[in-house]
């Protein structure tokens, strides 16, 4: 049912315990500090100049003290669909970025998200430009 929002634990190395993603795309963690809290407390996104939104996860469990940033986008897939086969992207498919509810999200190849952003006239060569093949300047 798309109207009853599931949470399910982020399958990050040792943040299974601490944090949740619902399929609605927003993140909630169970921990503060090195005790846990009886009611979890729902996380405040930061939006990237992309649209995109992010969350930092923190483990001091496992000596990372380092907050670990991921994209909501990336956190809901990985909790609902599965892990990321290699060689594919995520996808949004409205082609908005701050929509990160399961329906809205898939596996896709970078053909498929260039064409999504074609069809929605949201296409910016810039922004889609082949990562590997950029020339480097010294």
């Known amino acids: 049912d798309s109207l009853t929002e599931e949470w399910r634990p982020v ?12 399929n609605f795309g927003r993140v909630r963690g169970w921990r503060h500090g090195k005790g846990r809290l009886k009611t979890p407390r729902l996380m ?4 990237e100049p992309t649209g995109h939104l992010y969350v930092s996860l923190i483990n001091q469990e496992h000596n990372r003290t380092r907050p670990l ?20 992207d995520s996808r949004h498919l409205d082609v908005d970025p701050g ?6 999200l898939a596996y ?5 998200n260039v ?10 060569p810039w ?12």
């Open 11 to 22: 399958h990050y190395l040792g943040f299974e315990d601490r944090y949740e993603v619902s």
């Open 44 to 47: 405040k996104p930061y939006r």
């Open 69 to 88: 940033r991921r994209g909501v986008h990336q956190i809901v897939l990985g909790a609902f669909v599965g892990p990321q086969p290699p060689g594919l």
């Open 99 to 104: 929509n990160n509810t399961v329906g809205n």
């Open 108 to 112: 896709g190849t970078r053909r498929e």
């Open 115 to 124: 064409r999504d952003a074609m069809s929605h006239g949201t296409f910016h």
């Open 127 to 138: 922004k889609h430009s082949n990562r590997n093949n950029r020339k480097k300047t010294a």
